[in-house]
Nanobody, 123 residues
Framework: QVQLVESGGGLVQPGGSLRLSCAAS????????MGWYRQAPGKQRELVAA???????TYAESMKGRFTISRDNAKNTVYLQMNNLNPEDTAVYYC?????????????????WGQGTQVTVSS
């Protein structure tokens, strides 16, 4: 089993920045890709970004240029730097981990999920 714990969410004004962290513990040797998803009220959970153990990344189109995913394998932690936030970015952000090689884009490919952290963008 793998446990994922997110942190770093909160309230930020439009145009502001936040950095989310996700610490993994447990059977982390089994994990390849890690990703961030988000779910806004009344909407489906969507992929934000994902990163492999080797550092290859992918982003949802609307996040490119504003969000950056990174990973510290020594600390078993993945980060999501979010810049130029707008109210449409308000959501619960979830960390996820997958045992599949490559960059899985399908939500069903992720085996483990964190509890989520709330990000609210509002003036």
């Amino acid at each position: 089993q793998v446990q994922l714990v997110e942190s770093g969410g909160g309230l930020v004004q439009p145009g502001g920045s936040l950095r989310l962290s996700c610490a993994a513990s447990g059977s982390i040797f089994s994990i390849n890709a890690m990703g961030w998803y988000r779910q806004a009220p009344g909407k489906q959970r969507e992929l934000v970004a994902a990163i492999t153990r080797g550092g290859s990344t992918t982003y949802a189109e609307s996040m490119k240029g504003r969000f950056t995913i990174s990973r510290d394998n020594a600390k078993n932690t993945v980060y999501l730097q979010m810049n130029n936030l707008n109210p449409e970015d308000t959501a619960v952000y979830y960390c996820a981990a997958s045992r599949i090689s490559g960059l899985p884009l399908n939500r069903g490919a992720y085996d483990y999920w964190g509890q989520g952290t709330q990000v609210t963008v509002s003036s």
